[in-house]
């Protein structure tokens, strides 16, 4: 039944918006400054709103690509990252809530408000109907779908995209989103996506029942061929060479693996920088397959990289295989720029991170951050389900007493249980995660849905405000339990770290922008990825009413012209 009404009020939603006299979502070619007689000229040149709307906007997401990331490697960068550090230069974006999951953090990035509005509180969570945790981008109503394998839908995602408003004010806008990932690409087009494709282990895929078109298939077979054909180590630049040293993590070892990939491994093939380029290839062919950026009216494309994120959690942040994920994004990033060049396209290029990311403990200790240290097994949800049942007497009807606990965020108690049997689970959970020493903060969803959603900059958040900006009652947790500083989970086989916490390494991501002819600059101060979408909506004309956005436009002209007055 949720999902349903969801649907109803984003249909709501858009039936409002829809309502805006159409003049302030006119798009006349003439500069902006002849729009009104009575308005005198701006004093000084403009030279951003005088450009034309670009005819492309392409939205690059690199999954888990800290801000931290971003200092450590932005001075060796000669592709396209050199290009994008050209332009608008924002080194301190925030994916302000604490949820710093990869489906929240791309809900945000072109719907332009926080997960709290997007409903996409966690990449999964634990639906009581269901019996079962659904993941964010599923039709759990789909009778054929399952944990395992879920029929993938925006059916959970409460606002429109920039994609979806830009269809909505002209349908001959195209909304075009590729990933490794189904939830980047998905939370990146929304609703009215023209094409949707990501990697399914082996070949690209799409919606169930749309076909693949001849792009995807083209590029899935030059894939396929790529892995079949096996692959050699990838060359390690003489900047990561410091790096290249063997850590002990677990059972096994990070800092040294180089990417050689073995004849036919598809799955180690995921984990590798050669997905991105793959992802890179088939945007291209996309541009061609459906002539983005020719006609007037522009289009959107978007692009999450995910190999940033499988290196982190497999080898962590700070081995040589970091470095060399960095330096082949960077030219995977060279190549897609001057494809769009070559094609002669005028695009206007972003490119930010769903969240940022943390290294192995083990790692972090032999350097200089004694603290980090490994997530308490008494934290994980079937131990502290024995240990609450035990302190309470009280047990599920079917299954565990608590599901989601283990990591910073939700904890959702079983079905069945009385509403004085709530209160007790709820009481006893808070009190033992409260004597943990490893916990340092703990909220219930009555606290949380009590506290006004957080304004401001989001450096200065409290930890509860950053738990309200991804809290959803209708979807989160009864408890939300966030750890401290340095404590990660795991390591599990093959998985050395992680993100998910609302400390600054998994909030903070770089924001940068970048137009031909558009002066470029750096500002320090801390920005939102929610400023995105109204940033580019200035770009091309698109007005919406007050309150559509929880972020502000970013004035991408270093110079003196500003690109939000259009
Ligand atoms: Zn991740």
């Known amino acids: 039944m949720r999902v349903p009404s969801a649907l109803a009020s984003l249909s709501a939603m858009l039936a409002l918006t829809a309502a805006v006299p159409a003049t302030s979502q006119d798009r006349p070619a003439a500069p902006p400054a002849s729009s009104s007689a009575a308005t005198p000229p701006p004093a000084a040149p403009d030279p951003a709103s005088r450009l034309p709307k670009p005819k492309l906007i392409l939205a690059i997401s690199v999954d888990q690509f800290s801000a931290d990331l971003f200092a450590q490697y932005r001075e060796h960068f000669t592709g396209g990252f050199a290009r994008l550090l050209t332009g608008a230069v924002f080194p301190q974006g925030f994916q302000s809530h604490a949820a710093t999951e990869t489906c929240p953090g791309h809900s945000t990035l072109l719907t332009g408000v926080h997960p709290a509005r997007t409903g996409i509180i966690a990449n999964s969570w634990y639906d009581a109907k269901a019996g079962r945790d659904v993941y964010c981008v599923e039709d759990e109503h789909d009778p054929t779908s399952t944990a395992k394998e879920p029929v993938v839908s925006s059916a959970h995602l409460k606002a429109p995209t920039l994609g979806d408003l830009m269809k909505r004010a002209d349908p001959a806008a195209l909304n075009v989103a590729v990933s490794a990932k189904d939830r980047a690409a998905v939370m990146m087009s929304g609703h009215t996506a023209d094409a949707a494709y990501w990697w399914l282990g082996k070949g690209f895929t799409t919606y169930r029942g749309r076909p693949i078109s001849a792009a995807a298939n083209a590029q899935s077979a030059a894939t396929d061929a790529l892995i079949e054909a096996g692959a050699p180590e990838l060359p390690v630049p003489s900047w990561c060479e410091k790096l290249d040293r063997a850590v002990p993590v677990g059972d096994f070892t990070v800092g040294t693996f180089r990417f050689p990939l073995k004849a036919g491994d598809y799955k180690g093939f995921g984990r590798t920088p050669r997905v991105d380029a793959a992802t890179g290839e088939l945007a291209v062919r996309l541009v061609d397959e459906m002539g983005l950026g020719k006609d007037p009216v522009t289009d959107v494309l978007s692009v999450s990289f995910s190999a940033t994120d499988y290196v982190g959690h ?61 997530l308490d097994p008494a934290l994980k949800d079937g131990a502290l389900s024995e240990a609450v049942s035990k302190d309470t007497g009280i047990k599920a009807k079917d299954g565990q007493l608590l599901h989601g606990a283990g990591a910073s965020g939700d904890i959702w108690l079983a ?65 939300l339990m966030m750890t401290k500083r340095g404590v990660v989970p795991g390591p599990n086989p093959g998985y050395a770290a992680t993100h998910g916490s609302p400390w600054d390494y998994d909030r903070r991501v770089p924001m940068l922008f970048w137009r031909k002819g558009v002066a470029g600059f750096e500002q320090p101060d801390p920005v939102e990825t929610v400023d995105i979408a109204p940033t580019l909506a200035a770009l091309i004309g698109l007005s919406e009413p007050a309150g559509t956005w929880d972020g502000r436009c970013l004035d991408i002209d270093g110079g003196e012209g500003d690109s939000c007055a259009r």
Not at 317 to 330: N, S, Y
Not at 338 to 355: F, M, N, P, W
Request: aromatic share 6%.
């Open 314 to 374: 497999a080898y962590g942040t700070e081995g040589v295989e970091m470095c060399i994920q960095l330096a082949q994004l960077d030219a995977t990033l060279g190549r897609l720029f001057a494809a769009l060049d070559q094609r002669g396209i005028d695009y206007v290029a972003v490119l930010t991170a769903d969240h940022g990311g943390f290294d192995a403990p083990e790692r972090l200790r032999q350097q200089a951050f004694p603290g980090a240290q490994r």
């Open 415 to 479: 079905p069945g249980l009385t509403r004085s049997q709530q209160g007790k689970v709820v009481a006893a959970t808070v009190k033992r995660l409260k004597a943990n020493p490893q916990i340092a903060a703990v909220f219930t969803a009555a606290e949380l849905v009590r506290i006004p959603m957080p304004q401001g900059d989001p450096q200065d958040w409290t930890i509860e405000q950053r738990t309200r900006a991804s809290f959803d009652p209708e979807r989160s947790g009864q408890i």
